[in-house]
T-cell receptor, first 114, second 111 residues
Framework: EPEVTQTPSHQVTQMGQEVILRCVPI?????FYWYRQILGQKVEFLVS????????KSEIFDDQFSVERPDGSNFTLKIRSTKLEDSAMYFC????????????FGSGTQLSVL | DAKTTQPPSMDCAEGRAANLPCNHS???????VYWYRQIHSQGPQYIIH???NNETNEMASLIITEDRKSSTLILPHATLRDTAVYYC????????????FGQGTILTVHP
């Protein structure tokens, strides 16, 4: 079965540094998402992306965050200046369409900010 | 999107059916019921979804009550690999893939 691929699986960074998390969604999918899960907490929606623009974003997704689809296959999440509280597992997901469709999630990138 | 209520944990014997309940009494007419699961901090995995009719796929069955205020996910023959957190999510059609995860039900399947 096709899958969403995320790299790296673990990322360690210093507070204040920029990080880019990478994802390769399933090839025929048109909608892309980022979620995160702080250790022991709920999975939280960050942003949805379609047709090269953000469709919806949560309050968490402030100016420090940005997303991009730099080419036909990758989808990235950038955090400009990381904070300790950005430490979390970040999940990328994709779907064929945006309405009443199942999301396919990647296995996540564990981000640790020191 | 409507709020859901699930028991925090459930146990099931391997090979038996696991029946996971979910209450969503404030669900509105155009909202679907979705079930996902998360195995040990992996990415959530889609299981099944439905509007008002019962649904079945290779993983599970979804039974939605006639008034749509509650539903049950049935894993017909649970295995140890089904041990996971199961999330019941109600979602309308107005937001692109924005799933609101709650705490879910921790299902533990015992040998």
């Amino acid at each position: 079965e096709p899958e969403v691929t995320q790299t790296p699986s673990h990322q360690v960074t210093q507070m204040g540094q920029e990080v880019i998390l990478r994802c390769v969604p399933i090839s025929n999918h048109l909608y892309f998402y980022w979620y995160r899960q702080i250790l022991g907490q709920k999975v939280e929606f960050l942003v949805s992306f379609y047709n090269n623009e953000i469709s919806e974003k949560s309050e968490i997704f402030d100016d420090q965050f940005s997303v991009e689809r730099p080419d036909g296959s990758n989808f990235t999440l950038k955090i400009r200046s990381t904070k300790l509280e950005d430490s979390a597992m970040y999940f990328c997901a994709s779907s064929v369409s945006g309405y009443n469709e199942k999301l396919f999630f990647g296995s996540g990138t564990q981000l640790s900010v020191l | 999107d409507a709020k859901t209520t699930q028991p925090p944990s459930m146990d099931c014997a391997e090979g038996r059916a696991a029946n996971l309940p979910c209450n969503h009494s404030t669900i509105s007419g155009n909202e679907y019921v979705y079930w996902y699961r998360q195995i040990h901090s992996q990415g959530p995995q889609y299981i099944i979804h439905g509007l008002k009719n019962n649904e079945t796929n290779e993983m599970a069955s979804l039974i939605i009550t006639e008034d749509r205020k509650s539903s049950t996910l049935i894993l017909p023959h649970a295995t140890l690999r089904d041990t996971a957190v199961y999330y019941c999510i109600v979602k309308g059609g107005t937001s692109y893939g924005k799933l609101t995860f709650g705490q879910g039900t921790i299902l533990t399947v015992h040998p």
